[in-house]
């Protein structure tokens, strides 16, 4: 049978149109995302930080507010200060780990693992210990069954193949093959 060639389901020009499609929608999904983390930054910033309320307030007081707001910006630098390094730390430690696991890699190689035999009882101790009281002997539970000699029964000559083709040939060997086919049934 000749191939057929296969015509594609959507045309390319489909296919532009919808990808040039999809693009502007995730443009648009991530646009949407942007203004959203923006609006709710604008409302955590309206939540943690009150409104000042400078005016009215005589030079002294002005110097008092100016100094809580100093030393909370200094509490919220020591935490962030706290939290990099933190950070620094961690990150230091993951890449000494991740050169650790590279070294130990590199100098050891697998050795190529081998089939082990191993019987039902032994896997059983190895899996239950010493609980393990049941013997699995499989083979006890087969049943025996005798095998017959048919090799006995048909001594096997040999000899000249070509004596044994000219035996054969005619309605005497043929009639010999029947009988020959016939005498192990009959016994």
Known sequence: MPEVERKPKITASRKLLLKSLMLAKA??????????????????LAERIPTLQTRGLSLSALQDLCRELHAKVEVVDEERYDIEAKCLHN????KDLK?????????????????????ADAMLRALLGSKHKVSMDLRANLKSVKKEDTEKERPV????????????SGMEGRKKMFDAAKSPTSQ
């Not at 990150?91 to 993951?94: F, M, Q």
């Not at 050169?99 to 191993?118: E, I, N, S």
């Not at 000559?157 to 044994?164: F, I, L, P, Q």
Request: glycine share 4%.
């Open 27 to 44: 443009k648009e999904c991530w646009e949407q995302e942007h203004e959203e983390r923006e609006a709710e930054k604008v409302r955590y």
């Open 91 to 94: 990150t230091r430690e993951i």
């Open 99 to 119: 050169l650790k696991v590279l070294d130990l890699r590199g100098k050891f190689k697998r050795p190529p693992l081998r089939r082990v035999r191993v019987s």
């Open 157 to 168: 000559e040999v000899g000249d193949w070509r004596k044994n083709v000219e035996a054969m």
